[in-house]
């Protein structure tokens, strides 16, 4: 109720106790709940509550094809539903190749690019040999996708994945914990590069750190890449608008709406409106 046509970044999620078929679920990781979040709030705290809930709007049959298309092959049937979908307790995983590419079609203008393990082969006086044929999929409208990479640059800048940040480099992504901490990720990019980092044991042992850590050792990581500090984000596309929101309620901000607004991104045609 009151979601409107469009889920947007400034869509009014509640965290909340929630009951699914019968039982409290899902839980966040610190076990407590934290009221009124927008959407990009919720993604930078990583609530597990509002990702269900949006998943719910969303639907399941949906969100399944659409990971396909982000690249992601070890999907199967007993996977629509929403812990799964939600929250990433898919039954085969994912490998972080398929993750890292995933990644990647963000900041690809919504385009995802079949990766290759190579990117061509020549003979020693440089004449081509082999060049990989790469498949490209356009999964999301070029809008959405350049305001889902603002949204995971804030994950970093503002949110739980601050870890990840490289001091002159600007960095998005996602972190992931599994339940008793089995498994921790960070997936993320910069305008370069897109890499996926899992730490975990091929048995389910108890880690002794959240994905705080995963997220620090991937900025360790990439912040060897030289290249990485250079290039820069595609421009917005001539579809996203902006407009100032009242972030406890997610409609335009006014004179009283004190100091929770924040100007956030929208497909044009999907951003509240006076009435």
């Known amino acids: 109720k009151g979601w409107g046509k469009f889920i947007t970044t400034a869509s009014i999620v509640d965290d909340e106790p929630t009951h699914i078929e019968g039982r409290q679920w899902p839980n966040n990781s610190d076990f407590?709940?934290?009221?009124?979040?927008?959407?990009?709030?919720?993604?930078?705290?990583?609530?597990?509550?509002?990702?269900?809930?949006?998943?719910?709007?969303?639907?399941?049959?949906?969100?399944?094809?659409?990971?396909?298309?982000?690249?992601?092959?070890?999907?199967?049937d007993s996977d629509r539903n929403l812990a799964a979908l939600g929250l990433g307790g898919m039954l085969e995983g994912a490998s972080t190749l398929e993750m890292a590419s995933a990644y990647s079609t963000f900041v690809n203008g919504g385009v995802h690019?079949?990766?290759?393990?190579?990117?061509?082969?020549?003979?020693?006086?440089?004449?081509?040999i082999l060049e990989p044929t790469i498949e490209q999929t356009k999964v999301l409208d070029p809008g959405?996708?350049?305001?889902?990479?603002?949204?995971?640059?804030?994950?970093?800048?503002?949110?739980?994945?601050?870890?990840?940040?490289?001091?002159?480099?600007?960095?998005?992504?996602?972190?992931?914990?599994?339940?008793?901490?089995?498994?921790?990720?960070?997936?993320?990019?910069?305008?370069r590069y897109s890499a996926a980092l899992w730490i975990g044991?091929?048995?389910?042992?108890?880690?002794?750190?959240?994905?705080?850590?995963?997220?620090?050792?991937?900025?360790?990581?990439?912040?060897?890449?030289?290249?990485?500090?250079?290039?820069?984000?595609?421009a917005a596309p001539s579809n996203v608008v902006t407009a100032t929101i009242d972030t406890k309620s997610g409609l335009l901000a006014t004179a009283a709406s004190g100091k929770d607004t924040r100007t956030e991104y929208f497909t044009s045609g999907t951003q509240p409106t006076e009435s």
């Open 144 to 191: 959405v996708a350049w305001i889902m990479t603002d949204v995971l640059k804030t994950v970093v800048s503002e949110g739980i994945g601050y870890p990840a940040a490289i001091p002159g480099v600007s960095v998005g992504g996602k972190t992931g914990t599994t339940d008793s901490q089995y498994d921790i990720w960070f997936c993320g990019f910069t305008p």
């Open 32 to 76: 407590a709940f934290h009221g009124i979040r927008t959407f990009r709030q919720a993604l930078q705290e990583s609530l597990n509550v509002c990702a269900v809930k949006i998943l719910a709007q969303v639907g399941v049959d949906y969100s399944y094809n659409l990971t396909e298309q982000f690249g992601i092959s070890s999907l199967t």
């Open 113 to 128: 690019n079949e990766y290759s393990c190579y990117t061509k082969v020549t003979t020693r006086n440089g004449e081509l």
């Open 201 to 234: 044991n091929d048995v389910n042992i108890s880690l002794s750190q959240y994905s705080s850590a995963a997220a620090s050792l991937w900025g360790s990581v990439m912040s060897q890449i030289n290249a990485n500090y250079g290039g820069s984000y595609p």
